[in-house]
Every structure is written in structure tokens, then in C-alpha cells.
């Protein structure tokens, strides 16, 4: 068993937190490379091409996860996600609309339904050309938002547009080798960007660690991303295989919005090279000593 230990600084950026919080509430009210990618190529328009086939197996290249960081995932016989339960008592369904001819072919759509406390609340998303979600709007209040994906399929873009124009705001992931190193919030309420910085090396690990499971952790902290609530969305559409790929390595490490903090992750490794273990000394709820923080592997994917 392989284990890398690292330390995290805290911090919080409160307009950041406002405005991301925002994406969180309207999605959830509404609601790599071959080894998980390493192809820089400019970000592709939203909903090009004819709409692809919903395939997991695309994403995780080897074994399939069956938990991670508290997600429990279950599969049909198609290796299509079904359902994700979580640590804390969610149960998200998905059901899938395929188009039977190419007339209807725009159709495809995925219905993501998120129930907790006896309150379901439904999620409607567009699959686009590369078979990932590009787009999803909510039908109770007119809210809407989009993703957009790079050459290698990697999500590098992702916006909330409510319907009132309040809180809107995107952000976009830069990659550098297949990997996220920089994402650029633009905050259009204020008029305001924010730049995070994701690191692959550090003092301690002197070469990057190969993303072997092809694994992304949305905490409410990685990859700029500052709302758990929103984070917890987008960790059901990756793990569904609706978000894109992965990064080609594991993230060691960051740097706050504008500097405004530094610090490190934890993984630990089977010795096949998959993660089993991942840390965030800011997050305890997805770390070390916590279940949340366990990564189980199943079979290989078709």
C-alpha cells in the first residue's frame, strides 16, 4: 500500500462563496485519454455535433468504481448508472431517453432526480456529440446552465444563468497535459474573475501520480469549485459518466483564488496504482479516518 500525506491551509473568499453557492442551490432545487486524457484542444461548442451514446466505460478506462467518497454506485446491464446513494441518505436515479431515429435524434436527453428527505427534485440535461451533458435547464423556474468539453473530452467550461439574471456566473478550467491547473471564475454580478491554481508535484512528490482510476474529486474545495452543494452535483454527473473525462494525474496541491491560500491533498494507492484513499485536510468529511474519504473498485469496464 502506497500512501502520500499532505497539509492544507484554510480559507474562504465570501464573494466566491455567494456566487457558487448560487449554481449550487437552483441545480439542486432542480434537480483519461485512454487513461483519462491528455489532449489539450480548444474547448468545443456547447451542443455540437449529433448527440453521442451515454457510455461509462469511456470514462473509467479500467476498473469501475463502485464507491467513492461516499457515493455508493450502482449499474444496469448496459454499465449504465442507475442509481448513486449516498453517505448521508440521497438517492439519485437516472433515466435515460435514447432516440430510436435520426429525426429524434436531439432528443437525448438524461433525467437526474435527486430525492432526499421525501422531496424528489428532477434534473433535465441535453447530451451532446462526445455522449456528456451540455446543457440542462429547470423547468419550474427557467433557470439554465451549460458545460463544454475539450478535444479530449475533458469538461473545461461551465455556466449558471438564472432566469432573473441573479447570480449568474461561470467558470473555465485550463488544462495543461491533461490535467486542470488553472480555473478562472467570472463572477458576472459583480464583474469580477478569480483565478485557482491546481498543482500535480510538489516538495514532496517530485513526479506527478498517473490517474490510473481516472477518478475527480469535487469536495466544495477541489479544482475551484467552492460549494459543496454544487460539487456533490457534479460528482453524480462525473461518476454517471456524463461529465467528461478525467485528469491524466491526481491533483497534490493549490492555490487559492488570488493567492488567498495554499495547501495539499492526501491519496493513498493500492498496488495496482488505483487510489483507495483521498484527503482534504480542509474537508474532514471527505478525509482521512472519514468513509467519505474511501474509493472501492469494482470490475473492468467493457
Not at 469549485?225 to 462525473?238: A, F, I, P
Not at 497534490?252 to 491519496?267: A, K, L, M, R, T
Request: with cysteine.
Amino acid at each position: 500500500m502506497i500512501c502520500l500525506t499532505f497539509a492544507r491551509d484554510e480559507f474562504q473568499t465570501n464573494i466566491m462563496m455567494k456566487t457558487i453557492y448560487r449554481f449550487a442551490c437552483v441545480l439542486a432545487a432542480a434537480l483519461c485519454l485512454t487513461a483519462c486524457g491528455d489532449d489539450d484542444d480548444v474547448s468545443s461548442p456547447v451542443g455540437q455535433g449529433q448527440p453521442g451514446v451515454v457510455d461509462p466505460s469511456g470514462v473509467f478506462t479500467g476498473k469501475m468504481p463502485d464507491k467513492v467518497a461516499g457515493l455508493s454506485i450502482a449499474r444496469d446491464g448496459d454499465g449504465l448508472v442507475t442509481e448513486i446513494r449516498t453517505s448521508d441518505g440521497k438517492v439519485v436515479t437516472f433515466d435515460y431517453a435514447r432516440a430510436v431515429t435520426r429525426a429524434a435524434a436531439d432528443s437525448n436527453y438524461v433525467v437526474m432526480t435527486i430525492e432526499a428527505a421525501g422531496v424528489r427534485m428532477p434534473f433535465k440535461a441535453t447530451v451532446g456529440g462526445l455522449g456528456f451533458v451540455t446543457g440542462w435547464q429547470c423547468e419550474l423556474n427557467g433557470d439554465w446552465g451549460e458545460f463544454g468539453y475539450n478535444g479530449a473530452g475533458q469538461m473545461d467550461y461551465l455556466k449558471f444563468m438564472p432566469a432573473n439574471g441573479d447570480g449568474a456566473a461561470s467558470l473555465t478550467f485550463d488544462y495543461e497535459g491533461g490535467n486542470i491547473v488553472k480555473t478562472v471564475s467570472e463572477n458576472y454580478e459583480y464583474g469580477r474573475t478569480f483565478t485557482f491554481l491546481t498543482h500535480y508535484t510538489s516538495d514532496a512528490v517530485a513526479a506527478p501520480i498517473a490517474n490510473k482510476g481516472c477518478v475527480m474529486i469535487f469536495d466544495g474545495q477541489t479544482f475551484g469549485v467552492e460549494s459543496r452543494e454544487y460539487s456533490e452535483v457534479l460528482m453524480y454527473l462525473y461518476y454517471a459518466g456524463l461529465l467528461g473525462r478525467g485528469t491524466a494525474d491526481l491533483p497534490v496541491g493549490y492555490d487559492g483564488y488570488d493567492g488567498g491560500s495554499h495547501g495539499e491533498y492526501h491519496w493513498e494507492l493500492d498496488d495496482e496504482g488505483y487510489p483507495v484513499r483521498f484527503a482534504n485536510d480542509d474537508a474532514p468529511d471527505a478525509g482521512a479516518g472519514s468513509d467519505d474519504g474511501v474509493i472501492d473498485w469494482g470490475e473492468a469496464g467493457a
